[in-house]
């Protein structure tokens, strides 16, 4: 059943259908805001919220075609809040502070040669990538993760974040730059991983 | 094309959503400009190696609506029974079924079958002629009487099929009648209405034109009273 058709039951009094888009969408939409919010306790209260929002607001929605972007862009607005929300009460962490000083995350096994093999698991990669991902401006990092991880096209994207498409590519342009520029500074590439991407 | 220009164009060759034309314009900037060539390969590496961070389940589970359960459900809670149980009940229906099968009679009397289910054999009756056709009562239902049977149910279905074509085709045409002597009298009703409208028309420019004659001819006689007769020149 599309999402089309169990928005359709929803609005014709089968509530049981709600419960259906929720499971479909809990993953996507929580992996979306981990990646932008970065911390895992946060991404659930604020998946859950959501999907409240969805709940209250769904029989308005007046194109059911458009739910996808529509909740990507409710998604986006409560990450975009609770970032917000911490500037305003920072929170500071020792790792943050040696970053700070310009210590590399990255740990490096120095085997005595000029070009020392670093052998990263995937998790520690995971983590890696998360870092890098919070370097980046707030504006390209939400391009960045929607359409490298969630999957939507520029349009779609346009569509939740309401700007017009060029802007959308220009901010995945330099948000996807700057990643590479931070990723290299770590010598973070396809040559450091060990296994085959 | 500029490197700036291939640098907007870069997004859209990266995530296969090129517009016409903007794939070969690309790439012939491309086989031209080393830098851009080399940055599109980078940038194509890095979206790799953000590839490599996979998604996690939430194990969130939410659940905004409370499942009705099911009223099986809610009667197994209300009277738990052992699994046994409901193996029992099953095997005793399905003997009781095969009981019913095999004492299953099927009849034809006063024109119409007759089923006979019993979970144990019937007594034997003895046969009572009640019927003017050769049919017995109590005799089993032949081949040959099914067959006489769906011919003349068959027969009868033609029959009303046929009456109410009839049927049907008369009410058609009645009302297509009805309908044209309706529409024929309404004609005659404004052919009258129209044929009085321009009487009226008529009889009042008539009126008018006679209003307008008297009045010129008072004005002539009261131009020569005043006036008198105009000189022959």
């Known amino acids: ?197 | 094309m500029t490197c700036d220009d291939a640098k907007a164009l870069m997004m859209g060759a990266l995530y296969g959503e090129m517009e016409e034309g903007e794939e070969e314009q690309l790439t012939s900037h491309l086989s031209s400009c080393q830098a851009c060539s080399e940055e599109l390969a980078g940038l194509r590496q890095t979206s790799r190696l953000l590839r490599v961070w996979k998604d996690v389940d939430p194990e969130l589970h939410l659940r905004f609506i409370e499942e009705r359960p099911s009223r099986l459900a809610a009667l197994k809670r209300l009277m738990p029974l052992p699994r046994w149980a409901g193996v029992s009940v099953g095997l005793a229906a399905a003997a009781l079924f095969l009981m019913a099968l095999l004492n299953l009679e099927v009849s034809y009397r006063d024109g119409a079958f007759d089923l006979r289910v019993s979970l144990l054999p019937r007594p034997q009756t003895i046969a009572t002629p009640a019927l003017e056709d050769t049919l017995d009562a109590n005799r089993y239902v032949t081949p040959e009487m099914l067959a006489r049977v769906q011919e003349e149910n068959f027969r009868l279905m033609q029959q009303l099929i046929e009456a109410s074509e009839a049927r049907q085709m008369e009410f058609v045409t009645t009302s297509l009648s009805q309908f044209a002597a309706e529409v024929e009298a309404q004609r005659q009703r404004d052919l009258r209405l129209v044929d009085r409208g321009l009487e009226a028309v008529q009889i009042t420019t008539e009126r008018q034109f006679l209003e307008t004659h008297q009045i010129l001819g008072d004005l002539i006689r009261l131009a020569r009273t005043n006036y008198g007769e105009p000189e022959n020149r």
């Open chain 1, 1 to 197: 059943m599309t999402d089309q058709e169990l928005i359709d039951q929803f609005r014709g009094g089968n509530l049981h259908a709600f419960n259906t888009l929720v499971w479909r969408w809990e993953k996507p939409i929580y992996n979306f805001i981990l990646r932008y919010v970065g911390d895992a306790e946060e991404a659930k209260d604020l998946c859950q919220k959501a999907f409240v929002q969805v709940y209250r607001h769904l029989p308005r929605l007046r194109d059911a075609d458009r739910f996808k972007s529509w909740l990507y862009q409710i998604s986006a607005n409560l990450c975009r809040d609770e970032i917000k929300r911490r500037q305003r009460t920072p929170v500071y962490s020792l790792e943050a502070l040696q970053e700070a000083k310009g210590q590399n995350p990255v740990e490096v096994e120095d085997d005595g040669s000029d070009h020392p093999e670093r052998h990263l698991r995937r998790v520690e990669l995971e983590d890696l990538l998360k870092r890098a991902l919070q370097q980046i401006p707030e504006e390209q990092r939400v391009v960045v993760i929607m359409k490298e991880f969630q999957g939507l096209k520029f349009t779609e994207i346009a569509e939740a974040l309401d700007a017009p498409l060029n802007t959308v590519k220009s901010r995945m342009y330099y948000g996807l730059s700057a990643l590479r520029k931070v990723l290299e500074g770590w010598h973070i590439d396809q040559e450091a991983i060990a296994y085959d991407l």
